[in-house]
């Protein structure tokens, strides 16, 4: 069975701090693909990443990072220099490759992390 | 920037109405979703379509129904609605290939049933 887990249900911050969300997944599959979505206040959610299973290279874009530890089954998001606009409900989510093709590319999700960056 | 539309973005209705949330994209995805969103935050598959005329459940049970007649248009209809059917509905859209890709989200339907 696979299984994501954000064991961090809320966090809060003031603006320019460091944090960064957890997220640990369970899968039995060799082959799968990690992803974070973030959603803000508007409701649709937004894709930041998608990372392959054999691709343990870490990844950074402007303030964000991704730390992929295939030993600690993890896959965890850190925003540098956190701003106000970077309050949003995070998910990270897994897809396995399927038994049949129909589910292909269909996502586990975690159960979200809410990031409150106060001024 | 995807283009991926519902609509209405709200709706209040009472008990036992039939309602049909909308959903088109015109990035010619082959696959959509349909997820339910609860208060507390967590998403949960309910149907899938992988093409035209498939339709398929998803991790979660649910009364609705989906039909998916043209590529670009996955509506999801409840016959009569229901208090606990009070909730976030998201439709997405993706392209149906390996490995996956990424999924594009419309800006959700905030059903309230009362």
């Known amino acids: 069975a696979q299984k994501v887990t954000q064991a961090q249900t809320e966090i809060s911050v003031v603006e320019k701090e460091d944090v960064t969300l957890d997220c640990v997944y369970e899968t039995r599959d060799t082959t799968y693909y990690l992803f974070w979505y973030k959603q803000p206040p508007s409701g649709e959610l937004v894709f930041l990443i998608r990372r392959n299973s054999f691709d343990e290279q870490n990844e950074i874009s402007g303030r964000y990072s991704w730390n992929f530890q295939k030993s600690t089954s993890s896959f965890n998001f850190t925003i540098t220099a956190s701003q106000v606009v970077d309050s949003a409900v995070y998910f990270c989510a897994l897809s396995v490759r399927a038994n049949y093709g129909g589910s292909q590319g269909n996502l586990i999700f975690g159960k979200g992390t809410k990031l409150s960056v106060k001024p | 920037e995807a283009d991926i539309y519902q609509t209405p973005r709200y709706l209040v209705i009472g008990t036992g109405k039939k309602i049909t949330l909308e959903c088109s994209q015109t990035?010619?995805?082959?696959?959509m979703y349909w997820y339910q969103q609860d208060p507390g935050m967590e998403l949960h598959l309910i149907h899938y379509s992988y093409g035209v005329n498939s339709t398929e459940k998803g991790d979660l049970s649910s009364e609705s129904t989906v039909s998916r007649i043209r590529t670009e248009h996955f509506p999801l209809t409840l016959e009569s609605a229901r208090p606990s059917h009070t909730s976030q509905y998201l439709c997405?859209?993706?392209?149906?290939?390996?490995?996956?890709?990424?999924?594009?989200f419309g800006p959700g339907t905030r059903l309230t049933v009362t």
């Open positions: 990035m010619g995805h082959d696959k």
């Open positions: 997405a859209s993706s392209e149906f290939r390996d490995p996956p890709y990424e999924q594009y």
